[in-house]
């Protein structure tokens, strides 16, 4: 992945391939020149409705490991302390790379999410390999499912879309669907990191695409908006994303107003401290 630093961006070379008919390469910031940074058209009454599509799904969902999603399950099942066979509802569960896991190890397992493709591949995923999951379309924010888990998930940033109010309406809603002494595992990007680190152009090449981003960074609201653009010899595709970048401070207080009380913060799935070198902020909570 290359980041974009002022004008010096590297030319993105075509493969040679005689089926691969690319354009004269165009510099970043040329690209980015046709796909210019205005606030007011980032904003949209809900743009998760768009962003998450088959295009995220085939770039960013399917490329994961197994061997790091199992990774990942063992990492909770040890920071959150889950006994066996324990109802686990994962919220934003995208193509179920978690709650099929968990499901493989013996747990009660439902799944939810927004994108009904989403939720039928995970369907189709459980009937393949034989194993017993639930997974239902719904929004976290309005969900009313007949089930009081032992540990609710929220992964790989699936939390801060929707401002506070939005986001504390999820929180209330998990609470709503926990059992007393249940834990929340939830693990979103480190506002720390991220403003330390700030990248606001990056590109990247996957096979026959180009996917070229630009952020802008809020250091007031706490909010990243991010427009990436997918190029290929026949598309073009604009996505608009803004995530809130929650503080430990503001994001314990979001809790604390859900009833639910951070028992540890980690920085990542290692069980590192959470620091502001940490990539990950990951709070475990208890109802």
């Known amino acids: ?139 976290a924010r309005s969900m009313q499912l007949s089930l009081r888990a032992d540990l609710v998930l929220s992964l790989w940033s699936s939390f801060g879309y929707y401002g506070e109010d939005g986001d504390g309406a999820i929180l209330r809603r998990m609470a709503a669907h926990m059992n007393t002494g249940a834990r929340l595992f939830l693990d979103v990007e480190n506002a720390a990191y991220v403003i330390r680190h700030f990248v606001a152009e990056e590109w990247h090449e996957t096979g026959r695409e180009v996917i070229v981003e630009r952020r802008r960074l809020n250091v007031v609201e706490g909010t990243v908006c991010t427009r990436r653009l997918v190029l290929s010899p026949s598309s073009r595709t604009e996505y608009h994303r803004t995530l809130r970048m929650y503080t430990p401070t503001e994001l314990s207080r979001l809790l604390e107003s859900a009833c639910l009380h951070v028992e540890e913060w980690y920085g990542d799935y290692d069980g590192s401290r959470l620091g502001s070198e940490s990539k990950r902020m990951i709070a475990v909570a208890v109802k």
């Open 1 to 139: 992945m290359g980041a974009a630093s002022e004008w010096n961006v590297p030319e993105w070379t075509a493969p040679s391939d005689q089926q691969r008919q690319w354009p004269r390469p165009i510099p970043v910031r040329c690209i980015l020149g046709i796909m210019p940074y205005y606030e007011s058209e980032m904003m949209s009454d809900d743009w998760t409705v768009s962003y998450f599509d088959d295009t995220y799904r085939r770039l960013f969902l399917e490329t994961v490991t197994e061997a790091r999603t199992h990774a990942q399950v063992q990492a909770v099942l040890h920071m959150a302390s889950v006994l066996p066979n324990s109802i686990v509802l994962d919220v934003g569960c995208g193509l179920g790379r978690h709650s099929i896991e968990f499901a493989s190890l013996g747990f009660r397992v439902t799944g939810i999410d927004m994108n009904a493709d989403y939720v039928a591949a995970c369907r189709a995923r459980c009937l393949s390999l034989g194993v017993s999951a639930s997974f239902l379309v719904a929004d």
